[in-house]
C-alpha cells in the first residue's frame, strides 16, 4: 500500500506541477525576449555614444579651425593695412 501512495502523490504532484512548470517556460521565453531587447537597445545606445563623441570631436576641431582662420585672417588684414600705409608713406614723402 506504500508504494501505491507514493504512486498516487508522484501522479497528483505531476498533475499539480505540470502547469506550473508551462508557466514557467513561458517566462522564461518572455524573458529571454526581453533580453534580446535589452542588447539590441545597449548596442544603439553604445552606437550612439559613439556618434555623440565623434560629433564633440569634429566640433572642437572645427572650433580650433575657425579661431586658427580668424588669426590668419585678421593677420593679412594686419598686412595689407601695413603695405598701404607704406604704399601712401612712400608716395606722401616722395612729394
Not at 12 to 21: A, D, G, S, T
Not at 53 to 64: I, T
Amino acid at each position: 500500500m506504500n508504494n501505491d501512495l507514493k504512486e498516487i502523490l508522484r501522479s497528483v504532484l505531476k498533475e499539480e506541477l505540470e502547469p506550473i512548470n508551462k508557466r514557467l517556460d513561458g517566462y522564461e521565453q518572455r524573458f529571454d525576449g526581453f533580453e534580446q531587447r535589452f542588447d539590441g537597445f545597449e548596442q544603439r545606445f553604445d552606437t550612439l555614444s559613439e556618434e555623440i563623441k565623434e560629433l564633440k570631436d569634429g566640433q572642437a576641431r572645427l572650433q580650433k579651425n575657425i579661431i586658427e582662420s580668424l588669426g590668419q585672417y585678421t593677420e593679412k588684414i594686419a598686412e595689407h593695412v601695413d603695405n598701404k600705409t607704406e604704399a601712401l608713406n612712400k608716395r606722401v614723402y616722395a612729394c
